[in-house]
């Protein structure tokens, strides 16, 4: 089983994020990048598939901050091969993103086919479309999203993935391989690896390069985000402030006020 | 006619989607604005009679195709594609849900054509449509327009009310031709929620927890508050993936929507994805140590504080008040 997982990294949103001077993006002085969500149990899901099937997970990661941190981490947790699609302009949309993704599965070599192409299901600034349907698209594969589950036949070519849906309801389908899944949530949390096996997957595997299209190549941006602001506080909240004690005290009177209680 | 406001009204097990009638409701204000018709764009497959619920459109493009009996994106997006090649529409409004997510992406990418996820609202101005979104989590918003037509709009549920999309009157039913493959995706089938544990869409009180709990052994605060208001635990997607609730206790997109009396959010930031599934909730109390935290918009009353000192004092002085 050849599995390929596509990482990018997005702001933190844990830190504070500030808009930038022109008022069309994010500061990225102060802005700390972690790998998205999504793409952690992608990858995640990418190295249970492989324990349970054998055979080998390539990860290929857009260029940003820190972004080395995590491809040794993706070694050192399982991953065989880890690539990293540099000249990533700033400001690159989701969709140009994906023509950069693209071109370099294209083009570099050993990465296609592969059975399974896994990426997070969604990411906090894709603006413009989604990573996995457009890869899907430019690679004229079949796509299901918002994945949770994982069963391959790798001799029928198949693969039975499980999709969620609302109200607790999921969905069984079956895809041909090979196939682009968007992961919702890996079977089992992201594993944890100690520091120490990070710095020796530093020490004893490279990080590949391979070179992204601009996003002149990828043909512009047809969505342009003429501002960004911070929501504006609407003041629905009513704040309540002290002790721990206070605030108890307070919310209970509220409470009762409103029959809860 | 070109230059008309879509709506694809999403059909779900038999069902037309209640958030298939918000955006009809967005859609016919943004039509009206430009002077323009609006048509909803049903695809199914012998549904024909669900088409008359959407008479807040003009016109129903109802296309009928056995490939379209399940939702499968890859094909629903192929004949919308088809669809907007022969007809033109200027924007096409597509819902974010777990059914619809794709569509817009897959048809946008088709038809070369600008996409715009994670609309919260559209507005016209100088005859242009302008849409607002929600980045990062709801820590940011951004005005953003398209270059291009059709713009495909990925909508979040929640953009308008339900009841402004329906409509008394029945629309006018036009039937539409799509030359589909067999999807390369099938269903095999569907497999319903797990029973057995208590349906946190009938407690009169929840205690959510979200990822600003840090760590497993401070669920048991939260769950302790419940069990002192009579009422349940639940959580938002993050806590959820980190195995510290199980999935029937997830509240929002994937999850369930809940409506109690009393809604107590602790350590959750408040991403959309999360208050669509609670912002109907009687009374919301929000507990965040980010006073940015966008669910500080949708509860009544906030604590900007570290929930494990608040959920225990709370739980104490519920305690002292029942005696």
Redesign the interface.
């Known amino acids: 089983m050849k599995i390929l997982v596509l990482l990018k990294m997005?702001?933190d949103?844990?830190e504070?994020?500030e808009?930038a001077p022109d008022g069309k993006g994010?500061d990225l002085e102060f802005l700390r990048m972690i790998l998205s969500?999504p793409d952690d149990?992608a990858l995640e899901e990418a190295l249970i598939l492989k324990e349970r099937y054998g055979g080998s997970v390539t990860v290929a990661a857009l260029d940003a901050p820190d972004v080395d941190d995590v491809l040794y981490t993706a070694l050192a947790k399982g991953a065989d091969r880890v690539v990293k699609v540099a000249d990533i302009e700033p400001g690159t949309t989701t969709?140009m993103a994906a023509a950069a993704l693209s071109g370099v599965l294209r083009e570099s070599t050993g990465l296609l086919p592969a059975d399974l192409i896994l990426t997070g299901?969604?990411a906090?600034?894709?603006?413009?479309?989604?990573i996995?349907?457009?890869l899907?698209?430019?690679l004229e594969l079949?796509?299901?999203?918002?994945v949770t589950q994982v069963r391959a036949d790798e001799a029928a070519k198949t693969a039975?993935v499980?999709?969620?849906?609302?109200?607790?309801?999921?969905?069984?389908?079956?895809?041909?391989l090979p196939?682009v899944l968007?992961i919702?949530?890996a079977e089992?949390?992201p594993r944890y690896v100690p520091v120490a096996k990070v710095r020796a997957a530093m020490k004893s595997q490279p990080i590949e390069t391979a070179g992204a299209l601009t996003a002149a190549d990828a043909?512009g941006?047809?969505?342009?985000?003429?501002?960004?602001?911070?929501?504006m506080?609407?003041g629905?909240?009513?704040?309540?402030?002290g002790s721990?004690?206070d605030?108890?005290?307070r919310?209970?009177g509220?409470?009762?006020e409103?029959?809860?209680? | 006619m070109a230059g008309n406001i879509w709506v694809v009204a999403e059909q779900w097990r038999g069902e037309i989607s209640e958030v298939s009638f918000e955006l009809l409701a967005l859609g016919r204000e943004v039509a009206d604005q430009l002077g323009v018709p609006l048509e909803a764009v049903l695809m199914a497959e012998g549904r024909k009679e669900s088409a008359g619920a959407l008479g807040k459109a003009d016109v129903v493009l109802y296309a009928d195709h056995s490939s379209l009996a399940e939702p499968i994106p890859d094909v629903c997006a192929e004949a919308l594609v088809q669809l907007a090649q022969e007809r033109r529409p200027r924007a096409i409004l597509v819902a974010l849900t777990n059914v619809s997510m794709g569509i817009g992406t897959l048809a946008a990418a088709k038809l070369s054509a600008p996409g715009i996820n994670f609309c919260t609202d559209l507005k016209v101005a100088d005859g242009r449509i302008e849409a607002q979104c929600v980045l990062y989590g709801g820590k940011m918003e951004a005005t953003v327009t398209a270059h291009g037509e059709p713009a495909i709009l990925g909508i979040w549920p929640g953009a308008r009310s339900p009841e402004k999309g329906r409509a008394t009157q029945a629309p006018a039913v036009e039937d539409v031709t799509v030359t589909l493959p067999e999807p390369r995706v099938r269903l095999k089938r569907y497999l319903e929620p797990e029973a057995g544990d208590i349906d946190i869409s009938q407690q009169d009180a929840l205690v959510a927890v979200g990822r600003g709990i840090q760590s497993k052994d401070n669920v048991a605060l939260a769950e302790e508050l419940a069990e002192t208001l009579g009422g349940a635990i639940c959580g938002s997607r993050p806590v959820i993936d980190q195995g510290w609730l199980p999935l029937s206790r997830q509240v929002g997109k994937s999850g369930l929507s809940v409506k109690p009396r009393l809604y107590v959010a602790a350590g959750v930031s408040g991403a959309p994805e999360h208050v669509e599934g609670m912002k109907n909730a009687s009374l919301i109390v929000a507990i965040n140590s980010d006073p940015q935290a966008p669910i500080f918009n949708v509860a009544h009353y906030g604590i900007v504080g570290d929930a494990m000192d608040v959920l225990p004092a709370l739980t104490e002085a519920v305690r002292a008040r029942k005696g």
């Open positions: 997005v702001p949103v844990v504070e994020l808009v994010l969500e149990h969709r299901s969604q906090i600034d894709d603006l413009d479309g989604l996995a349907p457009l899907a698209h430019s079949p796509y299901v999203g918002i039975t499980i999709k969620e849906y609302p109200g607790g309801v999921r969905g069984e389908f079956e895809t041909p196939v968007g919702q949530s089992k949390p043909g941006p047809l969505a342009e985000l003429v501002a960004m602001n911070k929501p506080v609407t629905a909240a009513e704040m309540i402030e721990p004690e605030i108890a005290g919310l209970c509220i409470f009762a409103r029959g809860v209680l």
